[in-house]
């Protein structure tokens, strides 16, 4: 006997802010979408307590209320929220082509169009102190989180173009910023470099690693290492800011999407669309530049949109 395989018209990979508004455009356009939460339900901002720059929420909320709330919004309208990992993909190269998709290794579906929200996940150090002050003053979002700093002494690890960004940033905001470059160099573009180093409050430390964050359930301070010297050193800080880069969720997706040499999925011009018909990415996968819960959120609208006028399209060449 032959398996029944499901076939569904919009297929939502991701239940971060870029996937569940994805779902509230696609719901309400009657697309009946499906979506997948991944192994991380509510995405990246179920990690942070307090977000504070999402429009409409006046007094701030915590981020797994909010995700709570955008999932509850995107049911509302009919979305099939499913606990679920996708582990493979066969996407059709064809206009109007059926998208292969396997769930948890076992169960196989069809999907006319497939939205995907996957996110990108920080990278962070990997040393026990981190680990356990995240959300207590460790952060990977200096956007996102430094005004909780304001005036404050904070610290920022990374030497790339981001991190050079960010700790400007952080240096507008914070009393004192140190930076600490593992290398003897930085490798954020000559531009960049110049802006930090005309910034009078933020200090680079060069061959300089974090020894350990100190502060028992909020940051205190920081031990720093000297990698040539050995020598160690403590500073009173109340944020360490995490900026050694971000992992694009693409890896299933590899050799069948347009990636950048990083592994973010390459969207075509102004729209969602990648280089598959019918295969739309929304959200941070897709941007490795503004990496916000608004920007994921207002791309996740126009992924659902793409997604609506290309079923539009094929309808009316099935019919003209
Ligand atoms: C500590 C921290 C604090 C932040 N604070 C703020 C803030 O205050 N304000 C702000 O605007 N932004 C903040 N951000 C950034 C914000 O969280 C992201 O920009 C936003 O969550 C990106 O949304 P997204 O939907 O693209 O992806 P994500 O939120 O990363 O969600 C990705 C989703 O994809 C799922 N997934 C991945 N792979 C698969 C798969 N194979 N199958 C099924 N599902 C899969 C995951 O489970 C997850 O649900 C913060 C980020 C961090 C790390």
Do not use: W
Not at 70 to 90: D, H
């Amino acid at each position: 006997m032959s398996e029944t395989i499901e076939r569904i018209k919009c297929l939502i990979i991701g239940s971060g802010p870029a996937g569940y508004t994805a779902a509230i455009y696609a719901a309400r356009a009657d697309l009946k979408p499906v979506l997948y939460t991944g192994m991380e339900p509510g995405g990246q901002l179920t990690t942070t307590t307090e977000v504070d720059n999402f429009p409409g929420y006046p007094e701030g909320i915590d981020g797994p209320t909010m995700m709570v709330q955008l999932q509850q919004q995107a049911e509302r309208f009919g979305t099939q929220v499913r606990i679920g990992m996708v582990t493979n993909v066969e996407f059709s190269d064809e206009v109007g082509g059926i998208h292969k998709v396997t769930v948890d290794n076992s169960t196989k579906i069809e999907a006319e169009t497939v939205i995907i929200s996957t996110g990108a996940t920080a990278k962070y150090l990997g040393i026990p102190s981190e680990q356990k002050l995240r959300g207590g003053g460790v952060s990977a979002c200096a956007v996102c989180d430094g005004f909780f700093y304001k005036n404050q002494d904070v610290a920022i690890v990374g030497a790339g173009d981001t991190a050079a960004e960010e700790a400007t940033y952080l240096a507008n905001i914070c009393r004192k910023v140190t930076m600490l470059v593992r290398k003897d160099y930085m490798k954020a573009s000559k531009a960049m470099q110049h802006r930090v180093n005309n910034t009078k409050n933020l200090e680079v430390l060069y061959n300089t690693e974090v020894d350990e964050v100190l502060g028992d359930t909020v940051v205190e301070g920081l031990r720093m290492v000297n990698n040539q010297t050995g020598k160690k050193e403590e500073i009173a800080i109340t944020g360490l800011f995490i900026a050694i880069g971000h992992k694009p969720n693409t890896e299933i997706f590899k050799g069948q999407l347009d990636m950048d040499d990083t592994g973010y999925i390459i969207t075509k011009g102004k729209s969602t669309k990648t280089n598959k018909p019918g295969v739309f990415a929304s959200g941070d996968v897709q941007d490795k530049e503004y990496r916000q819960a608004v920007t994921a959120a207002g791309t996740g609208c126009m992924a659902a949109l793409d997604a609506e006028r290309y079923l539009a399209t094929i309808e009316t060449e099935v019919t003209a």
